[in-house]
């Protein structure tokens, strides 16, 4: 059997994710929480990999969700206001030209679309904080 992931998402064992790019959850909190859709883990965080070709599909979460840049290349971040589907109202590019304005982590408040792309050929590793503590069932996708 071929192992088809690229080189990084095989080093660090990332399995695809449904909004595009490569994931694997590196830490759920010990404690939990109540939320309106049920009990979650306090915070989750997981490693994710964009690579050149790839993109974050618009999709909103119901928890806020802290992205910190690791690199090497740059992403840039969009913001899709908090309405019933994504209206682009903000972009950050996170990276390592803190005078250009880059930024090394930046968060995505609850209930708030988002989307991600590669600013240029080189692929990016960000960790995504989620809290409370992710769930598929408090994430969607745009139509």
């Known amino acids: 059997m071929t192992d088809d992931r690229p080189a990084t998402a095989r080093l660090l064992d990332l399995e695809q994710h449904p ?10 909190g010990s404690y939990t929480v109540e939320t309106p859709a049920g009990v979650r883990p306090a915070a989750t965080c997981i490693h994710y990999l964009l690579t050149p070709g790839e993109h974050s599909a618009w999709h909103v979460v119901t928890s806020d969700e802290l992205w910190l840049w690791h690199g090497p290349g740059r992403l ?5 206001g908090d309405g019933l589907s ?9 990276g390592a030209d803190l005078a250009a304005g880059e ?4 968060t995505v408040p609850a209930g708030v679309w988002q989307a991600a792309r590669l600013v240029d050929d080189a692929e990016c590793v960000v960790s995504c ?13 745009a139509d």
């Open 129 to 141: 904080l989620v809290s409370p503590g992710f769930s598929f069932e408090d994430w969607r996708l």
């Open 86 to 94: 994504p209206e682009l109202t903000d972009a950050v590019v996170l």
């Open 103 to 106: 930024r090394l982590q930046a």
């Open 76 to 80: 840039e971040l969009s913001f899709g």
């Open 19 to 28: 909004e595009g790019g490569w994931f694997r959850r590196m830490w759920t």
